[in-house]
Protein backbone atom coordinates (compact mmCIF):
# COMPACT_ATOMS: atom_id res chain seq x y z
CA UNK A 1 0.00 0.00 0.00
CA UNK A 2 1.17 3.33 -1.03
CA UNK A 3 -0.82 5.21 1.24
CA UNK A 4 -1.92 7.34 -2.16
CA UNK A 5 -5.74 7.64 -2.19
CA UNK A 6 -7.76 6.22 -5.55
CA UNK A 7 -8.50 9.08 -7.96
CA UNK A 8 -10.74 8.83 -10.78
CA UNK A 9 -8.17 10.82 -13.46
CA UNK A 10 -10.40 12.20 -16.63
CA UNK A 11 -8.19 13.76 -19.63
CA UNK A 12 -9.90 16.54 -21.34
CA UNK A 13 -12.23 17.34 -18.48
CA UNK A 14 -12.46 20.88 -19.49
CA UNK A 15 -15.41 20.36 -22.42
CA UNK A 16 -17.74 18.12 -24.30
CA UNK A 17 -17.54 14.45 -23.53
CA UNK A 18 -14.84 14.83 -20.51
CA UNK A 19 -17.24 17.22 -18.87
CA UNK A 20 -19.84 14.58 -18.93
CA UNK A 21 -17.92 11.83 -17.97
CA UNK A 22 -16.89 13.80 -14.89
CA UNK A 23 -20.41 14.34 -13.78
CA UNK A 24 -20.76 10.75 -14.04
CA UNK A 25 -17.86 9.42 -12.22
CA UNK A 26 -19.16 12.16 -9.19
CA UNK A 27 -22.10 11.38 -9.46
CA UNK A 28 -21.08 7.54 -8.87
CA UNK A 29 -18.75 8.70 -5.94
CA UNK A 30 -15.31 8.97 -7.42
CA UNK A 31 -13.11 11.56 -6.41
CA UNK A 32 -11.69 13.14 -9.11
CA UNK A 33 -8.53 14.79 -10.63
CA UNK A 34 -9.55 16.70 -13.65
CA UNK A 35 -6.73 17.45 -17.17
CA UNK A 36 -6.77 19.57 -19.36
CA UNK A 37 -5.28 22.93 -20.28
CA UNK A 38 -8.44 25.63 -19.63
CA UNK A 39 -7.38 25.58 -16.08
CA UNK A 40 -10.28 28.08 -15.50
CA UNK A 41 -12.82 25.74 -16.71
CA UNK A 42 -11.57 22.77 -14.48
CA UNK A 43 -11.57 25.03 -11.79
CA UNK A 44 -15.48 25.85 -12.51
CA UNK A 45 -15.84 22.20 -13.28
CA UNK A 46 -14.24 21.38 -9.87
CA UNK A 47 -16.11 24.04 -7.97
CA UNK A 48 -19.79 22.52 -9.47
CA UNK A 49 -19.19 18.91 -8.50
CA UNK A 50 -17.67 20.14 -5.07
CA UNK A 51 -21.09 22.29 -4.46
CA UNK A 52 -22.88 18.70 -5.06
CA UNK A 53 -21.02 17.50 -1.59
CA UNK A 54 -18.48 15.36 -3.40
CA UNK A 55 -14.77 15.99 -2.61
CA UNK A 56 -13.50 19.29 -4.49
CA UNK A 57 -11.76 17.34 -7.65
CA UNK A 58 -7.99 17.82 -8.31
CA UNK A 59 -7.16 20.05 -11.15
CA UNK A 60 -4.30 19.44 -13.10
CA UNK A 61 -3.34 22.43 -15.93
CA UNK A 62 -1.23 20.23 -18.78
CA UNK A 63 -0.34 20.49 -22.27
CA UNK A 64 -0.51 16.54 -22.90
CA UNK A 65 0.40 17.01 -26.27
CA UNK A 66 3.74 17.80 -24.83
CA UNK A 67 3.42 16.50 -21.02
CA UNK A 68 4.39 13.16 -19.93
CA UNK A 69 2.81 10.89 -17.67
CA UNK A 70 5.36 11.21 -15.54
CA UNK A 71 4.25 14.71 -14.71
CA UNK A 72 0.66 13.71 -14.18
CA UNK A 73 2.01 11.42 -11.69
CA UNK A 74 4.12 13.43 -9.78
CA UNK A 75 1.36 16.15 -9.85
CA UNK A 76 -1.09 13.62 -7.86
CA UNK A 77 0.98 12.21 -5.90
CA UNK A 78 1.82 15.86 -4.48
CA UNK A 79 -1.88 15.86 -3.74
CA UNK A 80 -1.85 12.55 -1.93
CA UNK A 81 -3.50 10.61 -4.93
CA UNK A 82 -2.80 7.92 -7.35
CA UNK A 83 -5.40 6.78 -9.92
CA UNK A 84 -8.09 4.04 -9.74
CA UNK A 85 -9.69 4.92 -12.70
CA UNK A 86 -8.09 6.69 -16.07
CA UNK A 87 -10.16 7.76 -18.79
CA UNK A 88 -8.34 9.05 -21.50
CA UNK A 89 -10.72 11.14 -23.72
CA UNK A 90 -8.53 14.62 -24.47
CA UNK A 91 -8.35 14.20 -28.41
CA UNK A 92 -8.79 16.64 -31.62
CA UNK A 93 -9.52 15.58 -35.13
CA UNK A 94 -8.62 18.12 -38.34
CA UNK A 95 -10.51 17.88 -41.80
CA UNK A 96 -8.87 18.15 -44.78
CA UNK A 97 -6.83 16.57 -47.20
CA UNK A 98 -3.80 15.38 -45.21
CA UNK A 99 -0.78 17.02 -47.67
CA UNK A 100 -2.32 19.78 -47.63
CA UNK A 101 -2.93 20.44 -43.25
CA UNK A 102 -0.25 21.92 -41.42
CA UNK A 103 2.00 18.72 -40.58
CA UNK A 104 2.56 19.84 -37.16
CA UNK A 105 -0.35 20.40 -36.18
CA UNK A 106 -1.13 16.80 -37.35
CA UNK A 107 1.95 15.68 -35.59
CA UNK A 108 0.50 17.35 -32.47
CA UNK A 109 -2.74 15.19 -33.14
CA UNK A 110 -0.64 12.01 -32.58
CA UNK A 111 1.89 13.10 -29.59
CA UNK A 112 -2.12 13.66 -27.60
CA UNK A 113 -4.73 11.36 -29.47
CA UNK A 114 -1.41 8.25 -29.04
CA UNK A 115 1.35 9.08 -27.76
CA UNK A 116 -0.15 10.81 -24.21
CA UNK A 117 -2.87 7.97 -24.91
CA UNK A 118 -0.29 5.34 -24.67
CA UNK A 119 2.03 6.68 -21.58
CA UNK A 120 -0.48 7.55 -19.40
CA UNK A 121 -1.81 4.01 -20.30
CA UNK A 122 1.22 1.98 -19.25
CA UNK A 123 2.55 4.61 -16.80
CA UNK A 124 -0.16 3.58 -13.69
CA UNK A 125 -1.04 0.28 -14.20
CA UNK A 126 0.43 -0.88 -10.93
CA UNK A 127 -1.38 2.22 -9.21
CA UNK A 128 -5.12 0.19 -11.42
CA UNK A 129 -4.46 -3.00 -10.29
CA UNK A 130 -3.98 -1.75 -6.25
CA UNK A 131 -7.04 -0.10 -6.73
CA UNK A 132 -8.86 -2.78 -8.52
CA UNK A 133 -9.79 0.25 -10.86
CA UNK A 134 -9.40 0.26 -14.90
CA UNK A 135 -8.95 2.59 -17.84
CA UNK A 136 -11.68 3.89 -20.41
CA UNK A 137 -9.97 5.16 -23.81
CA UNK A 138 -12.36 7.12 -26.01
CA UNK A 139 -11.62 6.13 -29.43
CA UNK A 140 -14.54 6.82 -31.92
CA UNK A 141 -16.68 4.90 -34.83
CA UNK A 142 -14.43 6.10 -37.20
CA UNK A 143 -11.88 4.03 -35.63
CA UNK A 144 -13.35 0.96 -37.30
CA UNK A 145 -12.61 3.02 -40.83
CA UNK A 146 -10.19 4.66 -43.22
CA UNK A 147 -10.43 8.08 -43.25
CA UNK A 148 -9.64 10.30 -46.60
CA UNK A 149 -10.72 13.84 -46.20
CA UNK A 150 -9.67 13.36 -42.15
CA UNK A 151 -6.76 10.69 -42.85
CA UNK A 152 -4.45 11.12 -39.42
CA UNK A 153 -7.43 11.54 -36.71
CA UNK A 154 -9.13 8.69 -38.63
CA UNK A 155 -6.03 6.65 -38.03
CA UNK A 156 -5.23 7.97 -34.28
CA UNK A 157 -8.61 6.43 -33.43
CA UNK A 158 -7.86 2.98 -35.06
CA UNK A 159 -4.89 2.89 -33.49
CA UNK A 160 -6.84 3.39 -29.84
CA UNK A 161 -9.18 0.80 -30.70
CA UNK A 162 -6.71 -1.48 -31.67
CA UNK A 163 -4.22 -0.68 -28.30
CA UNK A 164 -7.08 -0.47 -25.69
CA UNK A 165 -8.60 -4.22 -26.85
CA UNK A 166 -5.24 -5.63 -26.93
CA UNK A 167 -4.44 -4.07 -23.16
CA UNK A 168 -7.69 -5.30 -21.98
CA UNK A 169 -6.59 -8.79 -23.01
CA UNK A 170 -3.16 -8.00 -21.31
CA UNK A 171 -4.47 -5.98 -18.00
CA UNK A 172 -6.92 -9.14 -17.57
CA UNK A 173 -4.29 -10.79 -15.40
CA UNK A 174 -3.40 -7.45 -13.36
CA UNK A 175 -7.19 -7.87 -13.03
CA UNK A 176 -7.62 -4.10 -14.11
CA UNK A 177 -11.03 -3.67 -16.73
CA UNK A 178 -9.58 -1.83 -20.25
CA UNK A 179 -12.80 -0.41 -22.43
CA UNK A 180 -12.87 1.87 -25.02
CA UNK A 181 -15.70 3.70 -26.01
CA UNK A 182 -16.53 4.55 -29.62
CA UNK A 183 -19.05 7.13 -30.24
CA UNK A 184 -20.52 8.52 -33.10
CA UNK A 185 -21.08 12.06 -33.61
CA UNK A 186 -21.70 14.18 -30.82
CA UNK A 187 -22.47 18.08 -30.73
CA UNK A 188 -19.05 19.21 -28.85
CA UNK A 189 -16.55 21.55 -29.39
CA UNK A 190 -15.00 18.87 -30.93
CA UNK A 191 -16.68 20.19 -35.01
CA UNK A 192 -15.36 23.68 -34.58
CA UNK A 193 -12.06 22.55 -33.55
CA UNK A 194 -11.60 20.10 -36.57
CA UNK A 195 -13.40 22.75 -39.19
CA UNK A 196 -16.67 20.63 -39.70
CA UNK A 197 -19.58 23.08 -40.03
CA UNK A 198 -22.73 22.52 -37.91
CA UNK A 199 -25.53 20.22 -38.82
CA UNK A 200 -23.17 17.74 -41.36
CA UNK A 201 -23.57 14.54 -39.37
CA UNK A 202 -27.03 12.78 -39.66
CA UNK A 203 -29.11 13.07 -36.70
CA UNK A 204 -29.77 9.22 -36.86
CA UNK A 205 -26.05 8.61 -35.56
CA UNK A 206 -25.75 11.64 -33.07
CA UNK A 207 -26.10 11.04 -29.29
CA UNK A 208 -25.34 13.36 -26.51
CA UNK A 209 -22.03 13.61 -24.52
CA UNK A 210 -24.21 12.84 -21.15
CA UNK A 211 -25.63 9.74 -22.80
CA UNK A 212 -21.75 8.80 -24.49
CA UNK A 213 -20.26 9.16 -20.80
CA UNK A 214 -23.62 7.40 -19.12
CA UNK A 215 -22.15 4.56 -21.82
CA UNK A 216 -18.84 4.29 -21.11
CA UNK A 217 -19.30 4.68 -17.20
CA UNK A 218 -21.28 1.37 -17.55
CA UNK A 219 -19.59 -0.42 -19.93
CA UNK A 220 -16.12 0.44 -18.14
CA UNK A 221 -18.04 -1.00 -14.42
CA UNK A 222 -19.42 -3.84 -16.16
CA UNK A 223 -15.90 -4.77 -18.31
CA UNK A 224 -16.83 -4.75 -21.53
CA UNK A 225 -14.18 -4.66 -24.31
CA UNK A 226 -15.93 -2.33 -26.27
CA UNK A 227 -18.57 -0.01 -26.22
CA UNK A 228 -20.53 1.76 -29.09
CA UNK A 229 -23.29 3.98 -27.91
CA UNK A 230 -26.00 3.92 -30.21
CA UNK A 231 -27.92 1.39 -32.19
CA UNK A 232 -27.18 2.90 -35.48
CA UNK A 233 -23.32 3.32 -34.60
CA UNK A 234 -23.56 -0.19 -33.28
CA UNK A 235 -24.80 -1.20 -36.29
CA UNK A 236 -22.52 0.41 -38.62
CA UNK A 237 -19.23 -0.87 -36.47
CA UNK A 238 -20.64 -4.38 -36.91
CA UNK A 239 -21.47 -3.90 -40.74
CA UNK A 240 -18.49 -2.79 -42.22
CA UNK A 241 -15.66 -5.24 -41.50
CA UNK A 242 -18.47 -7.06 -44.63
CA UNK A 243 -18.78 -3.83 -46.93
CA UNK A 244 -15.77 -3.83 -49.46
CA UNK A 245 -12.67 -2.11 -48.39
CA UNK A 246 -12.94 0.42 -51.84
CA UNK A 247 -17.22 1.27 -51.21
CA UNK A 248 -15.87 2.35 -47.59
CA UNK A 249 -13.14 4.67 -48.70
CA UNK A 250 -15.88 5.92 -51.27
CA UNK A 251 -18.43 6.77 -48.61
CA UNK A 252 -15.89 8.43 -45.99
CA UNK A 253 -14.97 10.39 -49.17
CA UNK A 254 -18.07 11.81 -50.47
CA UNK A 255 -18.71 12.82 -46.45
CA UNK A 256 -15.96 14.11 -45.86
CA UNK A 257 -15.55 16.44 -49.07
CA UNK A 258 -19.61 17.57 -48.44
CA UNK A 259 -17.87 19.04 -45.07
CA UNK A 260 -14.46 20.48 -47.13
CA UNK A 261 -17.53 22.34 -49.96
CA UNK A 262 -19.66 23.58 -46.89
CA UNK A 263 -16.26 25.01 -46.05
CA UNK A 264 -15.15 26.44 -49.18
CA UNK A 265 -11.84 24.92 -49.04
N1 LIG B 1 -17.47 15.02 -30.60
C1 LIG B 1 -17.47 13.97 -31.41
O1 LIG B 1 -18.22 13.92 -32.41
C2 LIG B 1 -16.59 12.78 -31.10
C3 LIG B 1 -16.90 11.55 -31.70
C4 LIG B 1 -16.10 10.45 -31.43
C5 LIG B 1 -15.02 10.57 -30.57
N2 LIG B 1 -14.73 11.77 -30.01
C6 LIG B 1 -13.56 11.85 -29.12
O2 LIG B 1 -13.99 12.25 -27.84
C7 LIG B 1 -12.93 12.88 -27.15
C8 LIG B 1 -13.44 14.18 -26.55
O3 LIG B 1 -13.83 15.03 -27.59
P1 LIG B 1 -15.00 16.10 -27.45
O4 LIG B 1 -15.96 15.84 -28.53
O5 LIG B 1 -15.47 16.19 -26.06
O6 LIG B 1 -14.17 17.41 -27.89
P2 LIG B 1 -13.99 18.85 -27.20
O7 LIG B 1 -15.30 19.36 -26.74
O8 LIG B 1 -13.22 19.65 -28.19
O9 LIG B 1 -13.08 18.54 -25.93
C9 LIG B 1 -11.74 18.12 -26.10
C10 LIG B 1 -11.06 18.08 -24.76
O10 LIG B 1 -9.69 17.70 -24.98
C11 LIG B 1 -8.85 18.64 -24.33
N3 LIG B 1 -7.59 18.80 -25.03
C12 LIG B 1 -7.40 19.16 -26.33
N4 LIG B 1 -6.08 19.30 -26.58
C13 LIG B 1 -5.44 19.05 -25.41
C14 LIG B 1 -4.09 19.06 -25.01
N5 LIG B 1 -3.10 19.36 -25.87
N6 LIG B 1 -3.76 18.78 -23.72
C15 LIG B 1 -4.74 18.49 -22.82
N7 LIG B 1 -6.06 18.45 -23.13
C16 LIG B 1 -6.39 18.74 -24.42
C17 LIG B 1 -9.64 19.95 -24.36
O11 LIG B 1 -9.19 20.78 -23.29
P3 LIG B 1 -8.28 22.09 -23.44
O12 LIG B 1 -8.56 22.71 -24.78
O13 LIG B 1 -8.72 22.92 -22.28
O14 LIG B 1 -6.88 21.59 -23.29
C18 LIG B 1 -11.04 19.44 -24.09
O15 LIG B 1 -11.24 19.29 -22.70
C19 LIG B 1 -11.82 13.07 -28.17
O16 LIG B 1 -10.85 12.05 -27.98
C20 LIG B 1 -12.52 12.88 -29.51
O17 LIG B 1 -11.64 12.40 -30.50
C21 LIG B 1 -15.49 12.88 -30.25
Known amino acids: MTGLRPVTVITGA ?14 H ?30 VIAA ?10 GEALTAQGAE ?19 DRAEQLAMIDLNIRALTDLSLAFVDSLARHKGGLLNVGSVVGFLPGPGMAVY ?27 LCPGPVPTEFAARAGISEGLAPGILTQ ?52 RSARGT
Open 29 to 58: GHELALVARREDRLRALAGEIAATGARMPI
Open 14 to 27: SAGIGVALARVFAR
Open 83 to 101: PQYLVNNAGFGLVGFAEKL
Open 208 to 259: TAEHVAEQGYRGLMQGRRVVVPGMVNKLITTLIPFVPRWIVLAAVDARQSKR
Open 154 to 180: YATKAYVLSFSEALHSEFKRRGVRVTV
Open 63 to 72: DLARETAQKI
